[in-house]
Every structure is written in structure tokens, then in C-alpha cells.
């Protein structure tokens, strides 16, 4: 169960500003029904140019329902240019703050609130401008750039929190780690990755090749059989037995403690050795 | 706390509350009977028989013989021993089939059996329709040469769907692979009876039958092939190290054979009172849906998803009630993707996100089921009056950040 502050329970149970503005000044979406979390805010300008009513829509959890409800207490009042500075920890301060797998809600009320101050305004939403880093939740790189500065975040897993990039089938893990070193300005001190998990399958082909040639097949002919390499699919590599070796009943035993051992020894601990059939 | 209300606990496919009979069996083992079975003495052999009494007493609820049950630390354990255990009499063997909906203690387990084996594996993980059912041709397609074991769990957790586990076990063992179902969930709720049964390995958990956590059993059928997953003293035979849990075990016991007797409550009142209960929120409720096969099921669970809302939120909304209940949405599941079940059901996102799943037991009243049809509409009316996409012209998407999302 998640810890929640007694206000963000307060405002989960007696959400302020439910609802709909029919001639609002400016509208903000953000998220979708397939994300799990999405928020619509409606903002109403009064003579004075401040903010006069907000009203929003959210489908959530009770930390995204309370961010849109402090959001819209939090922005009446204010001028366009005092809105625009309201920053997710600010959201988050005001409801005695997140747990922090929750603070993509609070990221997600300052969203609609930028989306909805770009409707009023005529331009396109900036934070949306970036490049998609995360398919699955729709996040742009400048999201994830100012949500690295703001909150300094320091680890893949804290971006993941703050903006949900990285939450899904977790492909765009090794670009937001790049990014993370970029903000960081780490990009110099960018470590050599271990060269064996950048193997193409050209070099893996070369490699197990040679390691046949070397020690495998020298070894097998004493028995009077040999091997081949038939195919290589990303980590499995398929071979077929001859001579002695394709007859013989302990031949699936030498695939994998003999053959299937050296070649992760010597060219990579994850392939996988199969017979061809 | 002077409004609490009493709680209506629902959630019995989490857990279960320790049964006050189990729980008066287990005391005095915690008190002054506090020898060791293993001892030479009469002080310790007099907890060794009532020990054999809680073997025999498992053994009889799934139809086995007491030789045939090991007792472990939980359900996650016996699984554990399982698999490896096959694996380890098939070592040249590189291939496990197991399903896309299994609980982490197997989908986990799986995925990373290299640190444990040594070796990668090949896993097949077989879909599911929409109901959550298995396809038998595909599974029988799935098996080869080098298939070590299948592992297929008897029913689902989060939709109570019964998977053909007797007949898929009899296709395995004619191909001579080793098979191990999770029962977790259908012990003590469906009838068991391995006498008659080509399953090798059964995977029972305490806590899910009203006795305590932190027991558990393993059945391994006499014959099959079998390696200790934790190696120490003679203790089960050197089938599992470490002095049992007498306690618990005791308490294991006792909660088998109080969920023999009441199996005909189970699938009688206890069903009906399911039945009720979800036809009672579909019907008082529109755009919910019942996730999971109607008929092939468990009687004490109802998983539906109610359209446009989102699934921590009602759960909350029912806490206020003292309803306690689970969800598969997203929020509730630890993760930012709604449960990897209803996602293999390809369940729409529309009604994963807002999925509840209700478990009863033995101890859940009509009143309470009562309670929470007569709450559950208006929490769900609340929540989708604050929803965006609840009747608005444009269900799905509504733009603003960009959500091409194909991560079912």
C-alpha cells in the first residue's frame, strides 16, 4: 500500500474543481487512457488577465487525482507568467509531498498546465516539441531533460519515477542513460562498456569459426567426428554434428558441456548451442 | 479511529485469515511442546507424530500418500525446488514450456534460470485467448526433444481461470517430460486427487488455505526424479535441510483438513455468493466486464474491470468502507503497466487499468457481499464523473503528449 499524506488523501476523497469549463480560455490533455494515467485541465482568464477558474478531469490513481486537484487550487489567482513558474515539486510540496514511484503525477498536473497555458496562447506545447524517447508512455527527451535538472535525478530508475520514461518495455533504458550522462555532463567520462556485449554477429561467427578450428573440431576428429556451424540468431547458435558425433547417443552432452562451455568461455557467456535438425 | 468500519476482507487469493481451529492447533507447539521431531526422545517424538499426522494430513486432501509431500517455507520455495529439480534430471535438456499468465514465483524463476543453472534456457511461454484459456494443440506443439519440464499453474490468481493441468500433465509424461503445476489457488478450493493424476510436482502455499505464512508444501510423486533445492540434515528425508517449521506445518495440517470437509461450501455457498456478488456489480454497473472464463473457474474469485477508471483509485474508495480488494491496473501493481495477465488476455487498456479483483473464502458473509454491491456503483459513478474519457466524444487517446503505445 502506498504511503499517502493525509492532504493527498483529503484531496483524493474531496477533489476541489471536478468538472468542465464549456468556454474556457485554455485546455490541457496529457496522458491516455493506455498509459494508465491522464489529466485534462480548463483554465479561465478573468478581465484582469489572472487566472479565475480552473477546472479539471482525471483519470488515475489518488496521487494524480489529488495533484489536479491542489494544481487547480494552487493556480487561481495567478497571472499566466506566476502560473508558468509552478513546478512539479511545487504540486508535490503542497500536498506534504509524493511517494516517489508517484511523482510522475505531479509532473504530469505541471504538463497539462503548460498544455493548457499553450492552447490559450496559440503555440504548440513545448515539452512535446522533443524527441520520443519512451514509446510506451509518449516522452519526449526535454521532458526528461528538465525533469534530470529540476528534480536532479540521478538514476534511470529516479527518471522512471519523475516522468515514467523507462516504466514500460524498458527498450529506451540504454537512451535514457545516455541522456542521464549528457545532462550529467558526464559524456566525456563515458566508460568503455565491456567490448563482448557489443559482438555483431559477423565477429561472433568469426569467433566461434576460429574456436571450432582451434580446439573444437581437433578434439571431436580424435573420435572420429566433427562439427559445423550452421546459423547464429542473436545469442543460439545452431551446429550439426558429423562423423562419429552425429550417431552417437551422447551427443547432445558434448553440445552443451563441451561445445556449449568453451564457446561462452571464450566468445560469449550467453549463447546458447542447438542442434540443427 | 472511532468510525473504523468492520473490515468485509475479500482478498482471500492474497491471503487468508489463519482459521481460529488451525490456529488453536498450532499453540501449544509454540509453547510448552516445543521438542524437536527428529529427537531420540519422547519429548520431541510425541511433535515428530503429531508432524506425521499434518503430512498425512495434506497427503489426504490432494488424494496422496504422506512419502509423497515435503514441507517447505512457502509456495515460491516449492515451485523453486520443483523446476530445478526437473531441470537437474534432464541436464542436456535446454527447453521449459510455461505460460504467459504464470505468477512471478515461476515467470520470474524462469526468466532467470541461468544464474541459477548455469545455463540458458530456452522458455516457451504459451498464450492465452481472451477468456484466459490455453490452447491444448498449441501446447502440444510447444513440447520437444528437448523439453525438460512444463510448468503450468492449476488456476489463475488474478481471474480464478482453471487450466487443464490433469490432460496436459498425461500429453508430458507420454513424452517424457516432467511436469509441475503451481496449485497455490486450487488447493483446498477445487478436489485434487493426484492418485489418479500424471502430475509429478504440486506446489501447495499455507497461507492461501487459512493457515499461517511462511509454510508451505511440495508433492513430488513417488518415482519422480527429485534434487533437494536447500541440502542440510536428514530432515524430510534429505529432500529439504533445516528442522520443519513444526508450528506452521502443524497448522498446514489441520487447515487441509478443514478445507476437505468444507469443499462442498466452497463450490456450494461460497460460489453462490460469488455469483451474486458479480452479478450484482455487471448488473448495477455499466461498461463492466468480467475478466476470465465464466464457467472454467475457481467459486471464490470475480476479477471484472470497470471501463474509464482507474483501479487504485476504487481500491481506495473501498478501503473507506473497510472493503479490502486487489486491482491489476498499473498503479497497484508495483510497476507502470497494468498486470501481465490481463494484458496476455489482451484485456484493452479502456478496462485493464480499472480492474478489481474480488476473492472470497469460507468466512465472507451475505451481508458483506450485500455491502459491497450496494457501494461499489457509487464509488465508480464518483470516479468516472472525474474522468476524462467517461462519455466524452473521444474515448482513447486525447492527444497533448504524444502515446503510441503498443506495450500490450
Same mark, same amino acid.
Not at chain 1, 471536478?18 to 474556457?24: K, L, Q, S, W, Y
Not at chain 1, 566468445?267 to 550467453?270: A, E, G, T
Given at each position: 500500500m502506498w504511503e499517502y499524506t493525509d492532504k493527498v488523501r483529503e484531496h483524493f476523497m474531496n477533489p476541489r474543481n471536478?468538472?468542465?469549463?464549456?468556454?474556457?480560455d485554455g485546455i490541457g490533455e496529457v496522458g491516455s487512457l493506455a498509459c494508465g494515467d491522464a489529466l485534462k485541465l480548463f483554465i479561465k482568464l478573468g478581465p484582469d488577465g489572472r487566472i479565475a477558474d480552473a477546472k479539471f478531469k482525471t483519470f488515475g490513481c489518488a496521487s494524480a487525482i489529488a495533484s489536479s486537484s491542489a494544481l487547480t487550487e494552487m493556480i487561481k489567482g495567478l497571472t499566466l507568467e506566476e502560473a508558468e513558474k509552478i513546478s512539479n515539486e511545487d504540486i508535490a510540496e503542497e500536498l506534504g509531498g509524493l511517494p516517489k514511484e508517484k511523482m510522475h503525477c505531479s509532473v504530469m498536473g505541471r504538463e497539462a498546465l503548460e498544455a493548457a497555458i499553450a492552447n490559450y496562447r496559440g503555440?504548440?506545447?513545448?515539452?512535446?516539441?522533443?524527441?520520443?524517447?519512451?514509446e510506451c508512455f509518449g516522452v519526449t527527451d526535454l521532458e526528461i531533460r528538465r525533469a534530470i535538472h529540476e528534480s536532479k535525478l540521478k538514476s534511470v530508475e529516479e527518471i522512471t519515477n519523475f516522468t515514467k520514461a523507462g516504466g514500460g518495455c524498458g527498450r529506451c533504458h540504454e537512451r535514457l542513460e545516455e541522456i542521464l550522462r549528457e545532462e550529467r555532463q558526464e559524456i566525456k567520462e563515458k566508460p568503455a562498456a565491456e567490448p563482448a556485449k557489443k559482438l555483431t554477429n559477423i565477429q561472433k561467427i568469426k569467433m566461434i569459426e576460429e574456436l571450432f578450428e582451434r580446439e573444437i573440431r581437433p578434439a571431436l576428429r580424435k573420435d572420429g567426428g566433427d562439427i559445423e556451424l550452421v546459423d547464429l540468431d542473436g545469442d543460439f547458435v545452431t551446429v550439426a554434428l558429423r562423423g562419429a558425433c552425429g550417431t552417437c547417443k551422447k551427443a547432445n552432452l558434448t553440445l552443451k558441456e563441451y561445445v556449449e562451455k568453451k564457446l561462452r568461455e571464450q566468445?560469449?557467456?550467453?549463447l546458447v548451442v542447438e542442434e540443427a535438425h | 479511529m472511532a468510525n473504523t468500519p468492520p473490515v468485509i476482507y475479500l482478498d482471500n487469493n492474497a491471503t487468508t485469515k489463519v482459521d481460529p481451529a488451525v490456529l488453536e492447533a498450532m499453540l501449544p507447539y509454540f509453547g510448552?511442546?516445543?521438542?524437536?521431531?527428529?529427537?531420540?526422545h519422547s519429548f520431541g517424538g510425541q511433535v515428530g507424530r503429531t508432524l506425521a499426522d499434518a503430512r498425512q494430513q495434506v497427503a489426504s486432501l490432494i488424494g496422496a500418500t504422506s512419502e509423497e509431500i515435503i514441507f517447505t517455507s512457502c509456495g515460491t520455495e516449492s515451485d523453486s525446488t520443483a523446476i530445478l529439480a526437473a531441470l537437474q534430471a534432464f541436464p542436456e535438456k535446454r527447453h521449459i514450456v510455461t505460460t504467459r499468465v504464470e505468477h512471478p514465483a515461476v515467470k520470474h524463476l524462469c526468466e532467470h534460470l541461468d544464474r541459477l543453472t548455469g545455463h540458458k534456457h530456452r522458455v516457451t511461454k504459451l498464450p492465452v485467448d481472451r477468456d484466459g484459456l490455453l490452447d491444448l494443440e498449441q501446447y502440444e506443439a510447444a513440447l520437444n526433444d528437448d523439453t525438460a519440464v512444463v510448468s503450468v499453474m492449476? +488456476?489463475?490468481?488474478?481471474?480464478?481461470v482453471i487450466f487443464p493441468v490433469e490432460e496436459m500433465a498425461k500429453i508430458a509424461k507420454n513424452r517424457g517430460i516432467l511436469f509441475h503445476t503451481d496449485a497455490v489457488q486450487a488447493v483446498g478450493k477445487i478436489p485434487i486427487n493426484m +492418485?489418479?493424476? +500424471?502430475?509429478d510436482f504440486l506446489s501447495i502455499s499455507g497461507h492461501k488455505l487459512h493457515a499461517p505464512k511462511g509454510v508451505g508444501a511440495l508433492y513430488v510423486r513417488k518415482g519422480a526424479p527429485f534434487a533437494p533445492l536447500i541440502i542440510g540434515g536428514h530432515q524430510e528425508k534429505g529432500r529439504r535441510g533445516g528442522t520443519e517449521n513444526v508450528t506452521s506445518v502443524i497448522g498446514l495440517g489441520k487447515a487441509c483438513a478443514l478445507a476437505g470437509a468444507r469443499m462442498e461450501e466452497e463450490n456450494g455457498r461460497v460460489r453462490q455468493l460469488r455469483d451474486k456478488l458479480e452479478e450484482g456489480l455487471l448488473s448495477k454497473i455499466p461498461n463492466a466486464i468480467l475478466n476470465g472464463h465464466k464457467e472454467q473457474r475457481l467459486p471464490n474469485t470475480t476479477n471484472i474491470s470497470f471501463e474509464y477508471v482507474e483501479g487504485e483509485s476504487i481500491l481506495l474508495h473501498l478501503d473507506q468502507h473497510g472493503i479490502c480488494a486487489s486491482s491489476g491496473s498499473a498503479c497497484t501493481s508495483g510497476s507502470l503497466e497494468p498486470s501481465h495477465v490481463l494484458r496476455a488476455m489482451g484485456v484493452p487498456f479502456t478496462a485493464a487499468h480499472g480492474s478489481v479483483r474480488l476473492s472470497l473464502s469460507v468466512f465472507n458473509t451475505e451481508e458483506e457481499i450485500d455491502c459491497v454491491i450496494d457501494k461499489m456503483p457509487g464509488i465508480i459513478a464518483k470516479l468516472r464523473e472525474m474522468s476524462p474519457f467517461w462519455r466524452s466524444s473521444h474515448q482513447g487517446s486525447v492527444g497533448g503528449a504524444n502515446c503510441p503505445c503498443e506495450c500490450s
Open positions: 471536478v468538472g468542465e469549463i464549456p468556454d474556457a503555440i504548440p506545447i513545448p515539452m512535446a516539441q522533443g524527441e520520443v524517447v519512451c566468445v560469449l557467456d550467453s | 510448552e511442546l516445543y521438542g524437536n521431531p527428529s529427537s531420540m492449476w +488456476a489463475n490468481n488474478e481471474t480464478g +492418485a489418479v493424476s +500424471a502430475i
